[in-house]
């Protein structure tokens, strides 16, 4: 299904690889406007660069979602350009994985500060025009680590777990303006995700993992395009995904 996509604008946040950046192709394959936030200016300059080449709309904005400022121009960026902004995904996030005994206070700050607060700065910069649009949607990442802890990552599936409930909260308010909520959790995803791990034989053994179960990032990309392209009176409030061979 991919009807219900054609001229609408995304706001992306983490465009600049992984899901973000496969999402970006994706949605704009299919007529969607998008607009790229990241850090990696020049990643999300020639993401945008490309998509434009091949007939699509886009436009990057350099973001980091831990400054609420930044995101705020980065939809409004989407609005001064497209005129609206319809879909907002919240996806920027990383996993430093490691034992709470390392203590890895940076790590964790870092963690709490992209994985929640970032999704908070993404509802902020989004609601008050979606309130006003009267409709819009709000797509939040979470990940399977926010239904299942393990030892390693306790501080990951907590912000993720957050989200979950974040993602309730915001649904059951938001009905009054028709807007739609949506929580994605994949699995294990052939991204950068692992890179973030500061740990070097926690990190070695997610590389192994992710070596041998992560499937493309393509599968998040479809799992977006299927909430999104839903008539307007569906609303797709979670999907969980995972590779067919992964347990956990
Ligand atoms: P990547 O590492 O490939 O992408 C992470 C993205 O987040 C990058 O674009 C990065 O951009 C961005 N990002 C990180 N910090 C910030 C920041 N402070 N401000 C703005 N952007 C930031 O990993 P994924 O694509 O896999 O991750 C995307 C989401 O998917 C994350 O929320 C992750 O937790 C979730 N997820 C991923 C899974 C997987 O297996 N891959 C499984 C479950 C959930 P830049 O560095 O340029 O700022």
Excluded at 106 to 114: A, G, H, L, Q, S
Excluded at 184 to 190: E, F, K, L, R
Excluded at 195 to 207: F, G, K, L, Q, R
Aim: a neutral charge.
């Amino acid at each position: 299904m991919s009807g219900n996509i054609e001229g609408k604008v995304v706001v992306i946040t983490g465009a600049s690889s992984g899901l973000g950046e496969a999402t970006a192709r994706h949605l704009c394959a299919q007529g969607a406007s998008v607009v790229l936030g990241a850090r990696r200016v020049d990643r999300i300059q020639s993401l945008a660069d490309e998509l434009i080449r091949g007939g699509g709309k886009a436009v990057a904005v350099g973001t980091d979602v831990t400054r609420y400022d930044e995101v705020k121009r980065l939809v409004d960026t989407a609005v001064q350009t497209f005129g609206r902004v319809d879909v907002m995904i919240n996806n920027a996030g990383l996993m430093p994985h490691s034992p709470l005994e390392r203590l890895k206070i940076e790590d964790w700050n870092r963690t709490i500060d992209v994985n929640i607060k970032g999704v908070l700065y993404g509802i902020a910069a989004a609601l008050p025009y979606m309130k006003q649009q009267k409709g819009g949607h709000i797509i939040n990442v979470s990940s399977v680590a926010g239904h299942k802890v393990r030892p390693g990552s306790a501080v990951y599936a907590a912000t993720k777990s957050a989200v979950l409930m974040l993602s309730e909260g915001l649904r059951q308010e938001v009905k009054p303006y028709d807007i739609r909520t949506t929580v994605i959790s994949p699995g294990a995803v052939d991204t950068e995700l692992p890179d973030s791990i500061t740990e070097p034989d926690v990190a070695d053994n997610i590389h192994k993992f992710y070596q041998a179960y992560a499937i493309p990032a393509e599968s998040f990309a479809r799992t977006v395009s299927f909430a999104i392209s839903q008539p307007p009176e569906v609303d797709v409030n979670e999907i969980l995904f995972r590779p067919t061979r992964q347990e956990l």
